[in-house]
């Protein structure tokens, strides 16, 4: 299956359909949302940009439309207790702020080779065949450090 990254030149609608799927008006707005944004938006946050072009699309149709996105490898699903979407296929990892709860993209050769031993020194002590890695980073962004930023509301 062919990845798509957020720098892909192509348009939405090419990329849907070269995939082989419907274009459809809320299938083709909710990848472009999802491409032009690094906010890691959950599903109920692009239902609210997506209504700011299609007001009638359901929230329903957001995360149907999510789910075929994340299993055709053009965005993937952050796990946590509010999923989170993202359009970004390159590799990288996250960093999530503890106080506000914005997630930032970190590059994957940042953490690399450190990562690659780790994973190699886990899988030889444990003989776990490692087929891929996810790190995540915990702490505060600049804006909470400074104090500019407001402290995430509960949802």
């Given at each position: 299956m062919r990845t798509i990254t957020r720098n892909s030149p192509t348009d939405s609608g090419s990329v849907l359909r070269a995939l082989g799927l419907r274009l459809t008006g809320p299938r083709r707005v909710?990848?472009?949302?999802?491409?032009?944004t690094e906010s890691h938006p959950t599903a109920e946050e692009?239902?609210?940009?997506?209504?700011?072009?299609?007001p009638r699309v359901s929230l329903g149709t957001v995360y149907r439309n999510l789910r075929l996105l994340?299993?055709?490898r053009l965005a993937a699903e952050i796990p946590g207790p509010h999923s989170r979407f993202d359009a970004n296929m390159d590799a990288h990892h996250?960093?999530?702020?503890?106080?506000?709860?914005?997630i930032v993209d970190v590059d994957?050769?940042?953490?690399?080779?450190?990562?690659?031993?780790?994973?190699?020194?886990i899988a030889s002590r444990t003989g776990l065949a490692i087929t891929h890695?996810?790190?995540?980073f915990f702490?505060?962004?600049?804006?909470?450090?400074?104090?500019?930023?407001?402290?995430?509301?509960s949802p």
């Open positions: 909710i990848l472009e949302v999802l491409r032009g692009v239902h609210r940009l997506v209504r700011r072009r299609l994340v299993a055709q996250h960093f999530t702020c503890v106080r506000c709860g914005c994957g050769p940042l953490a690399e080779p450190q990562a690659e031993a780790l994973r190699v020194r890695h996810r790190i995540e702490g505060r962004c600049p804006q909470c450090r400074s104090g500019k930023s407001r402290p995430r509301r």
